[in-house]
């Protein structure tokens, strides 16, 4: 996990100082890297309308949600995109707050660590960095 911290430490940098599509993609790639090895575990980007963008250990999803017409039940579909088909305006929104992110990543690896120790040491580790 060294590596991947690394590589956060580094793209947070970059993105802070330069908020650009391309710098903003390598940031969630980089946050991607880090998640616990979960299936119930995401990011929300942003949300538009009904969808919400996520970040996960697989890359990014949409979100689908809706309420049944005669039943109060909500349903939810997940999609699979890449990278570059987040919508600018979500990709902005990152790009102008990654702490946001940041600090969402050290609640999920703080909380993770209660079960699996060794996510503890990282979770500190974001947390500085989200300050930072």
Same mark, same amino acid.
């Given at each position: 996990?060294?590596?991947?911290?690394?590589?956060?430490?580094?793209?947070?940098?970059?993105?802070?100082?330069?908020?650009?599509?391309?710098?903003?993609?390598?940031?969630?790639? &980089?946050?991607?890297?880090?998640?616990?090895?979960?299936?119930?575990? &995401?990011?929300?980007?942003?949300?538009?309308?009904?969808?919400?963008?996520?970040?996960?250990?697989?890359?990014? &999803?949409?979100?689908?949600?809706?309420?049944?017409?005669?039943?109060?039940?909500?349903?939810?579909?997940?999609?699979?995109?890449?990278?570059?088909?987040?919508?600018?305006?979500?990709?902005?929104?990152?790009?102008?707050?990654?702490?946001?992110?940041?600090?969402?990543?050290?609640?999920?690896?703080?909380?993770?660590?209660?079960?699996?120790?060794?996510?503890?040491?990282? &979770?500190?580790?974001?947390?500085?960095?989200?300050?930072?």
């Amino acid at each position: 996990m060294g590596e991947e911290l690394l590589r956060l430490k580094e793209t947070t940098s970059i993105l802070r100082s330069q908020g650009s599509k391309e710098n903003t993609i390598a940031f969630l790639m &980089a946050i991607s890297q880090l998640l616990p090895p979960s299936d119930d575990l &995401a990011l929300s980007l942003g949300k538009k309308g009904t969808h919400e963008y996520v970040v996960d250990r697989r890359g990014v &999803a949409v979100i689908t949600t809706s309420q049944d017409e005669y039943l109060p039940f909500f349903s939810a579909m997940e999609k699979r995109i890449n990278y570059e088909s987040i919508p600018p305006d979500i990709l902005i929104k990152v790009a102008r707050e990654p702490k946001e992110l940041l600090v969402q990543l050290a609640k999920i690896l703080k909380d993770f660590s209660k079960t699996h120790p060794k996510y503890s040491n990282l &979770a500190s580790e974001v947390e500085v960095l989200a300050k930072g």
